[in-house]
Structure formats: C-alpha cells, structure tokens
C-alpha cells in the first residue's frame, strides 16, 4: 500500500466514526465538537484528492462558519448549554432502510475498476479562471440566493410575531 | 503523482451519507438533523470533487468549481435552517421536531 493509500484509509475511518459519534452522543455541545473534527477531515481528504483550494474553503466556510453558527443555534435555545438530551433508541426501520441504500450503492459501484488510479492536479490560477468564466453565472446565483437567504432569516426571527 | 482507489472514495461517501440519513430519520432534534443534512451534503460535494479529480481533462476543473457553489449553497441552507430553529423555539418553546406539526392537516 502507497503512503496516499494508507492516509486515505486513516481520514476515512476517522471521517465515518466522527460522523457516527455526532449523531449518537447526548450532548448537544459534545455532538458540535464531533461534526468540527469531521469537517477538519473532510478538508484534509481535499487535500488529499489535490484540490487545496477546497480545502481551505471547507476549513474557511464549514470548520469556521458553521460550526460556530451551529453552537449559536444551541446557546440561543436552551438554558444550560450542557444539558443532556433525552436518549432516543436506534430504530429498526430507519436503520434497515439506511443499510439496504447502502448495500445498494455499493454494490451498483462495485463494477468499477478497483486499481489505484492517478489523480490529476491543477494549478489554482485555472479554476478560478473556471469558477469565474464559464461557471461564473452559478456564482451569480449563489450570490442571489445568499441575499435571498439573509432577507428570509431575517423576516423569519424578527421582533414582534406571534 | 498520487494515485488513490475510486471506488474506497465512493464506499465512503455512500457511507456518510448513509448515516447523514439515518440521522436525518431518527434524531428528533433539530440542531441535529441539520447536522445530519451537513453530513450527508458534505458526502454528495465529495463526489463532485472525486470523479473530477480521476476524470480526464479539465473535469476535475468542472467538479471543483461545482463544490465551490454547493459548498455555498450549503452554508446558505444552515443559515435559514437556524432561523426555522429560533422561530420555532419562540413560538413553541421546544426545537423538538417531533412538536413542529402546525402544518398538519
């Protein structure tokens, strides 16, 4: 196994038990400092595929932005920030369904070819020249959509309405 | 030159988003089922990036500029998802999802 192989491997795992974690621990705060470490490595697997511009913006926009947006979310809505949720049980049937999509997709993946293939590397300077030119009306509408999205946040906590 | 398996990549954002699902169904939460959304958006954005950078070409280009948009996209989604959580604590106290059946007929 290469050295990539093995730091693949290592981020994977990391990335599935951080997810697991966040979702299973009874405390609010405890489940947003899981989902940080996830998003750390979801950053460091961009690394990983050569798309360090993506990495940065995870760390920048996830690691950064919502997390702290998400620890606002818990701070705002309840007294004791490190109160403990009531324990919810593990369904049988969302679990069932979980694992038949995932069995799914796996096996309808498993016709591809399993070797190590390269990965290409591009020079940042050509995806912002993509991002910019032909992609450029997506970030005009990204742009519409955040103002869009500020002008609904707003309407949706304002003083007075009940 | 790296060289890295497609198909571990794959088995891995099948399985993010799995568990972002299984979230989504039984948490009840709310702060918890956007967390579980990001999850499962975040295992969707990888894939993007995964067949551009073992594409040909200048697909890798293609799906990084469309993460750069998602990834957007997504943060935009928690921001109203966080103002639907405090509205919802105002007006009934609790962020129980379980509570939130004004909409039932």
């Known amino acids: 196994m290469s050295l990539e192989e093995v730091a693949f491997l290592v981020l994977a795992v990391v990335a599935l038990i951080t997810a697991v974690a966040a979702l299973l621990v009874r405390e609010l705060v405890h489940t947003i400092l899981w989902i940080a470490v996830f998003f750390v490595d979801i950053s460091a697997i961009y690394f990983l595929l050569q798309a360090p511009f993506l990495g940065v913006l995870q760390l920048g926009v996830y690691a950064g932005a919502v997390t702290v947006l998400l620890l606002f979310g818990v701070m705002l809505t309840r007294k004791r920030i490190f109160s403990r949720e009531a324990a919810t049980g593990v369904d049988a049937v969302p679990l069932a369904l979980a694992l038949v999509t995932f069995i799914f997709v796996v096996t309808s993946v498993g016709e591809l070819p399993q070797s190590s293939q390269t990965i290409q590397s591009y020079d940042p300077t050509l995806l912002s020249q993509n991002l910019f030119g032909v992609n450029g009306p997506w970030l005009l509408l990204l742009g519409l959509l955040m103002m869009g999205a500020v002008a609904g946040s707003i309407y949706l906590v304002r003083e007075g309405r009940e | ?105």
């Open chain 2, 1 to 105: 030159m790296t060289a890295l398996p497609l198909v571990g990549f794959l088995a891995l954002s099948s399985a993010l988003f799995v568990v972002g699902l299984f979230g989504i169904l039984t948490r009840r939460n709310f702060i918890l089922v956007l967390i579980a959304i990001e999850i499962a958006m975040n295992a969707a954005i990888l894939n993007f990036v995964y067949f551009g950078a073992f594409s040909s070409g200048t697909g890798g280009l293609t799906g990084q500029a469309v993460a750069v948009v998602l990834i957007g996209f997504a943060a935009t989604e928690v921001a109203v998802g966080l103002a639907i959580v405090l509205a919802l604590n105002r007006l009934k106290g609790t962020i129980n999802v379980a509570q939130a059946t004004d909409l039932k007929l």
